[in-house]
């Protein structure tokens, strides 16, 4: 049974044996070495955690409408507005530091890549943030890209306080991993090792 602030809700999964919680760590970065060697001797199943959802949905009623937009749709659209102001700013040589012309040309191509910018270096939209419809896998028909969303209202949406970075942090990076059926499947394997030292 769950309280909630306007009423109560129960929750009934049944018997059920492979639905499980983590109420406490949920992930292994790859990086938490003697933790991963723990799980190799101890033989303990991982499988790959998903750490980043590009087709979340995130919601602001004051913003697009107040229509929903996917993750990817942010991240892509905000990553080309980025993208295009930094090559105005480098293309009038309004930053600080002086580029070469060699380094000033490297960096316009690495952000015409990165931003997803046309040929003339402006955002236009592109197909990293999905295409209109439902119907995402491929056809007979070329489909046709959702529109980028108004810079000024995604700027303003603060979408960014969802954590659109949060994959970024060390402790988050891919590859990340989880024990098959939970984080409890490491305790038992620890208990099998030393479960006659454990005082409970």
């Known amino acids: 049974m769950i309280e909630e602030i306007d009423g109560r809700q129960s929750v009934k999964f049944g018997h059920r044996t492979d639905l499980y919680a983590n109420l406490g760590p949920v992930r292994i970065p790859y990086h938490h070495r003697t933790l991963l060697n723990y799980c190799k001797q101890f033989e303990v199943d991982l499988e790959v955690f998903i750490n980043d959802n590009r087709a979340a949905l995130f919601h602001n009623q004051n913003k697009f409408g107040g229509r929903t937009v996917t993750s990817r749709r942010v991240t892509t659209d905000f990553r080309g507005y980025i993208s295009e102001l930094l090559v105005k700013a480098v293309d009038q040589n309004a930053l600080d530091s002086e580029l070469s012309s060699e380094d000033k040309e490297k960096i316009m191509s690495k952000l015409k890549e990165y931003g997803g910018l046309s040929e003339d270096y402006l955002y236009k939209g592109a197909d990293r943030g999905g295409y209109l419809g439902k119907q995402l896998n491929a056809g007979l028909k070329a489909g046709q890209l959702e529109p980028k969303l108004d810079f000024s209202e995604l700027l303003s949406s603060e979408f960014w306080h969802y954590k659109l970075h949060f994959s970024e942090f060390l402790d988050q990076n891919p590859t990340l991993f989880q024990p098959v059926g939970g984080m409890?499947?490491?305790?038992?394997?620890?208990?099998?090792?030393?479960?006659?030292?454990i005082k409970y």
Request: hydrophobic content about 45%; cysteine-free; glycine content about 8%.
């Open 184 to 197: 409890d499947a490491i305790v038992k394997a620890f208990e099998k090792q030393v479960g006659s030292q």
